[in-house]
C-alpha cells in the first residue's frame, strides 16, 4: 500500500514537473521531488536524482562565482 502511495504521489509530481516545464513554474522542484519518490524503489531513479543534485550544486556554485563580482 505504501509503496502505490508513494509511485502516485511520484507520478503526480512528474506529471507537474512536465506541465510546468511548458507554462512558466518552478519545474525542477517537481522532477527532484518526483524522482524523490521514485528512488525508494528504483535505482535508476536514484542515479539520476544524484545526477539532479550534482548539477544543481555546479549551477548555484556558478551563479555564487558571478554574483560575487
Known amino acids: 500500500m505504501k509503496k502505490c502511495i508513494l ?3 511520484g ?6 514537473g512536465l506541465f510546468f ?5 518552478p519545474s525542477l522542484i517537481f522532477f ?3 524522482l524523490m519518490c521514485f528512488s525508494f524503489y528504483y535505482p535508476k531513479a536514484r542515479h539520476y ?3 539532479c ?4 550544486t ?11 563580482r
Not at 507520478?11 to 507537474?16: A, E, T, V, Y
Not at 555546479?58 to 560575487?68: G, H, I, N, Q, T
Request: aromatic share 6%.
Open 32 to 34: 527532484i521531488i518526483g
Open 58 to 68: 555546479k549551477s548555484c556554485a556558478f551563479l555564487d562565482k558571478k554574483l560575487a
Open 11 to 16: 507520478s503526480l509530481f512528474i506529471l507537474l
Open 53 to 56: 543534485q550534482k548539477a544543481l
Open 21 to 25: 516545464a511548458v507554462v512558466p513554474g
Open 49 to 51: 536524482l544524484a545526477l
Open 7 to 9: 509511485l502516485l504521489v
